[in-house]
Protein backbone atom coordinates (compact mmCIF):
# COMPACT_ATOMS: atom_id res chain seq x y z
CA UNK A 1 0.00 0.00 0.00
CA UNK A 2 1.71 3.46 -0.77
CA UNK A 3 1.70 6.20 1.40
CA UNK A 4 -1.19 8.10 -0.56
CA UNK A 5 -3.36 5.20 0.06
CA UNK A 6 -2.57 5.06 3.89
CA UNK A 7 -3.26 8.42 4.50
CA UNK A 8 -6.41 8.52 2.41
CA UNK A 9 -7.35 5.25 4.40
CA UNK A 10 -6.93 7.06 7.73
CA UNK A 11 -8.69 9.73 6.61
CA UNK A 12 -11.70 8.74 5.53
CA UNK A 13 -11.82 6.94 8.63
CA UNK A 14 -10.96 9.67 11.29
CA UNK A 15 -12.90 12.34 8.94
CA UNK A 16 -15.96 9.87 8.93
CA UNK A 17 -16.09 9.58 12.54
CA UNK A 18 -15.64 13.41 12.59
CA UNK A 19 -18.61 13.24 10.50
CA UNK A 20 -20.60 10.90 11.86
CA UNK A 21 -20.99 12.69 15.46
CA UNK A 22 -21.81 16.06 13.22
CA UNK A 23 -24.76 14.52 11.16
CA UNK A 24 -26.71 13.28 14.54
CA UNK A 25 -27.50 16.84 14.36
CA UNK A 26 -28.18 17.39 11.18
CA UNK A 27 -30.19 14.66 10.55
CA UNK A 28 -30.29 10.82 9.35
CA UNK A 29 -30.13 11.88 5.36
CA UNK A 30 -26.68 13.71 6.11
CA UNK A 31 -25.72 10.77 8.12
CA UNK A 32 -25.79 8.16 4.83
CA UNK A 33 -24.70 10.63 2.56
CA UNK A 34 -21.30 11.60 4.62
CA UNK A 35 -19.41 8.82 4.76
CA UNK A 36 -19.28 7.63 0.87
CA UNK A 37 -18.38 11.51 0.38
CA UNK A 38 -15.15 11.39 2.80
CA UNK A 39 -14.06 8.23 0.86
CA UNK A 40 -14.17 10.66 -2.16
CA UNK A 41 -12.53 13.24 -0.97
CA UNK A 42 -10.18 11.44 1.25
CA UNK A 43 -7.83 10.36 -1.86
CA UNK A 44 -7.59 14.06 -3.04
CA UNK A 45 -6.65 15.41 0.39
CA UNK A 46 -3.98 12.80 0.87
CA UNK A 47 -2.21 13.66 -2.67
CA UNK A 48 -2.57 17.43 -1.74
CA UNK A 49 -0.67 16.39 1.99
CA UNK A 50 2.18 14.29 0.10
CA UNK A 51 2.75 15.81 -3.00
CA UNK A 52 6.05 18.45 -3.18
CA UNK A 53 5.12 20.82 -5.62
CA UNK A 54 3.17 23.00 -4.07
CA UNK A 55 4.12 23.35 -0.37
CA UNK A 56 1.63 26.11 -0.25
CA UNK A 57 -1.54 23.66 -1.24
CA UNK A 58 0.05 20.98 1.24
CA UNK A 59 0.15 23.40 4.15
CA UNK A 60 -3.67 24.61 3.32
CA UNK A 61 -4.71 20.98 3.23
CA UNK A 62 -2.71 20.45 7.11
CA UNK A 63 -4.24 23.30 8.35
CA UNK A 64 -8.07 22.22 7.15
CA UNK A 65 -7.71 18.58 8.29
CA UNK A 66 -5.96 19.51 11.37
CA UNK A 67 -8.46 21.60 12.15
CA UNK A 68 -11.60 19.26 11.09
CA UNK A 69 -9.54 16.33 13.22
CA UNK A 70 -8.86 18.18 16.04
CA UNK A 71 -10.70 21.29 16.72
CA UNK A 72 -10.15 21.71 21.03
CA UNK A 73 -6.42 21.05 20.40
CA UNK A 74 -3.27 19.85 19.00
CA UNK A 75 -3.40 15.32 19.14
CA UNK A 76 -0.56 15.88 22.26
CA UNK A 77 -2.66 18.26 24.12
CA UNK A 78 -5.96 15.78 24.01
CA UNK A 79 -3.76 12.71 24.93
CA UNK A 80 -2.97 11.37 21.33
CA UNK A 81 0.45 12.08 21.20
CA UNK A 82 0.68 8.62 19.63
CA UNK A 83 -1.14 10.50 16.76
CA UNK A 84 1.99 11.99 15.60
CA UNK A 85 3.01 8.23 14.37
CA UNK A 86 0.68 7.76 11.95
CA UNK A 87 0.83 7.94 8.27
CA UNK A 88 -1.69 11.17 8.11
CA UNK A 89 0.02 12.31 11.42
CA UNK A 90 3.86 12.11 9.68
CA UNK A 91 2.77 13.91 6.56
CA UNK A 92 0.92 16.67 8.80
CA UNK A 93 3.94 17.00 10.41
CA UNK A 94 6.55 17.37 7.36
CA UNK A 95 3.73 20.47 7.26
CA UNK A 96 4.14 22.77 10.33
CA UNK A 97 6.62 25.06 10.82
CA UNK A 98 9.79 25.41 12.66
CA UNK A 99 8.51 28.88 14.12
CA UNK A 100 6.26 27.12 16.85
CA UNK A 101 7.91 27.96 20.21
CA UNK A 102 5.74 25.83 22.14
CA UNK A 103 7.23 23.70 24.56
CA UNK A 104 6.36 19.36 25.40
CA UNK A 105 7.52 17.77 28.12
CA UNK A 106 9.48 14.74 28.07
CA UNK A 107 7.16 12.24 28.47
CA UNK A 108 4.80 13.80 25.44
CA UNK A 109 7.97 14.03 22.92
CA UNK A 110 8.93 10.84 23.86
CA UNK A 111 4.90 9.13 23.26
CA UNK A 112 4.80 11.35 19.76
CA UNK A 113 8.39 9.51 18.78
CA UNK A 114 7.43 6.26 19.98
CA UNK A 115 10.60 6.13 21.97
CA UNK A 116 11.42 5.76 25.55
CA UNK A 117 10.68 8.85 27.70
CA UNK A 118 14.51 8.43 28.91
CA UNK A 119 15.74 8.93 25.32
CA UNK A 120 14.87 12.32 25.03
CA UNK A 121 17.42 14.00 27.37
CA UNK A 122 20.08 12.62 25.41
CA UNK A 123 18.54 13.41 22.25
CA UNK A 124 18.34 17.31 23.26
CA UNK A 125 22.23 16.53 24.54
CA UNK A 126 23.45 15.16 21.22
CA UNK A 127 21.18 18.08 19.29
CA UNK A 128 18.55 15.67 17.78
CA UNK A 129 15.67 18.16 19.44
CA UNK A 130 15.38 21.44 20.55
CA UNK A 131 15.55 22.32 24.42
CA UNK A 132 12.84 24.91 25.17
CA UNK A 133 13.71 28.11 27.28
CA UNK A 134 11.30 27.55 29.83
CA UNK A 135 11.99 23.45 30.29
CA UNK A 136 10.80 20.91 28.05
CA UNK A 137 11.34 20.37 24.28
CA UNK A 138 10.42 22.69 21.51
CA UNK A 139 7.12 21.03 19.57
CA UNK A 140 8.68 21.92 16.18
CA UNK A 141 11.49 19.79 16.70
CA UNK A 142 9.98 16.77 17.76
CA UNK A 143 7.27 17.50 14.40
CA UNK A 144 10.47 18.38 12.47
CA UNK A 145 12.07 15.08 13.76
CA UNK A 146 9.11 12.97 12.82
CA UNK A 147 9.05 14.94 9.43
CA UNK A 148 12.43 13.59 8.77
CA UNK A 149 11.58 9.93 9.16
CA UNK A 150 9.49 10.08 6.28
Known amino acids: MSLVDEVAEQLAEELGERAHS???????DAAMEWP?????????????????EDDRLAAQTVIDVMCALW???????????DW???PLGRVCARSLGRDDAEAVTHSVAAAMLGVPRGSIGPMISRG??????????????????LADRR
Open 36 to 52: SGMELVAPVLAAQLVQD
Open 71 to 81: PHGSPEAVGRA
Open 84 to 86: WRT
Open 22 to 28: LAKLVGP
Open 128 to 145: HLDRHPDGGVLRASVLQR
